[in-house]
């Protein structure tokens, strides 16, 4: 069964940056995607950014495009989301999930980490 932890959330100022992780057990994940997704309060659960893990092949949604960078320590089972210009609309609990091989949809999901940006 899969499991992730996500961790690094925290509060910063508009500007700053933060690094989440997200450790993932449970399986082999040469054949998946994982994405990182992000609900604010009020808000539906949007999609941020997403890795294939078998070619690093990324996307991202445009408000993360320029600022947000997913990538992946193998030796680890572990993917990062480096966030830089964080701005206040920034602000929201990210979640990570996995999408299997053949899969279209995102599951398995963390519990989230809080990510609070203050203007």
């Known amino acids: 069964q899969v499991q992730l932890v996500e961790s690094g959330g925290g509060l910063v100022q508009a500007g700053g940056s933060l690094r989440l992780s997200c450790a993932a057990s449970g399986r082999t994940f040469s054949s998946y995607a994982m994405g990182w997704f992000r609900q604010a309060p009020g808000k539906e659960r949007e999609f941020v950014a997403s890795?294939?893990?078998?070619?690093?092949?990324?996307y991202y949604a445009h408000s993360a495009k320029g600022r947000f960078t997913i990538s992946r320590d193998n030796a680890k089972n572990t993917v990062y989301l480096q966030m830089n210009s964080l701005k206040p609309e920034d602000t929201a609990v990210y979640y990570c999930a996995v999408r299997p091989p053949g899969g279209t949809d995102f599951g398995s999901w963390g519990q989230g980490t809080q990510v609070t940006v203050s203007s």
């Open positions: 890795l294939r893990w078998s070619d690093s092949s990324t």
